[in-house]
T-cell receptor, first 113, second 110 residues
């Protein structure tokens, strides 16, 4: 079956530091990949996506590249801000799955001023 | 904003009581989903619907049932709540390859 493994947190960074949150996956076929963000007390928001190998998703300064050879979709940001403090979830959408998402366990990011 | 609301937003109930959570959407989406979020587990799919009266189980469906009698509403029922069902419940809709989530319902079973 499908599965997503993302780095365990919590991750604590200073403002303007470089961020990487690792995500690897196992899936049959060619899944689509997503990063969601959850701010405190809120629901999940779609941050970025990639639907095929070598695609790069980007939004709000965050980027992730779909690497089929390493089955990875690592999230990066060059300079984090305090407002980026949140929980980040990697997820995949497998083919023929009635559009069911499989999520990683989430990574809590705290950015200090 | 995908026009998704959930009710109630918070609920405390006792073990053994029935509980129904409601998800309402205003944009006529065909697919709707119920997830639960627990620390250390991320989000796990409970049930989903692919049309009126068309539903199927997710990975953690035991102890839950769902109903969808009209496009805009997807109900999640805990027939007899247990403490292990204390969680935050999220509803989602599908739009093309993406899912959009409601604000969540925090359920505590005492």
């Amino acid at each position: 079956g499908n599965s997503v493994t993302q780095m365990e947190g919590p991750v604590t960074l200073s403002e303007e530091a470089f961020l990487t949150i690792n995500c690897t996956y196992t899936a049959t076929g060619y899944p689509s990949l997503f990063w969601y963000v959850q701010y405190p007390g809120e629901g999940l928001q779609l941050l970025l996506k990639a639907t095929k190998a070598d695609d790069k998703g980007s939004n709000k300064g965050f980027e992730a590249t779909y690497r089929k050879e390493t089955t990875s979709f690592h999230l990066e940001k060059g300079s984090v801000q305090v407002s980026d403090s949140a929980v980040y979830f990697c997820a995949l959408l497998g083919g023929g799955s009635n559009y069911k998402l499989t999520f990683g366990k989430g990574t809590l990011l705290t950015v200090n001023p | 904003d995908a026009g998704i609301t959930q009710s109630p937003r918070h609920k405390v109930t006792e073990t053994g009581t029935p509980v129904t959570l409601r998800c309402h959407q205003t944009e006529n989406h065909r697919y709707m989903y119920w997830y639960r979020q627990d620390p250390g587990h991320g989000l796990r799919l409970i049930h989903y619907s692919y049309g009126v009266k068309d539903t199927d189980k997710g990975e953690v469906s035991d102890g839950y049932s769902v109903s969808r009698s009209k496009t805009e509403d997807f109900l999640l029922t805990l027939e007899s709540a247990t403490s292990s069902q204390t969680s935050v419940y999220f509803c989602a809709i599908r739009e093309e390859y993406e899912q959009y989530f409601g604000p969540g319902t925090r359920l505590t079973v005492t």
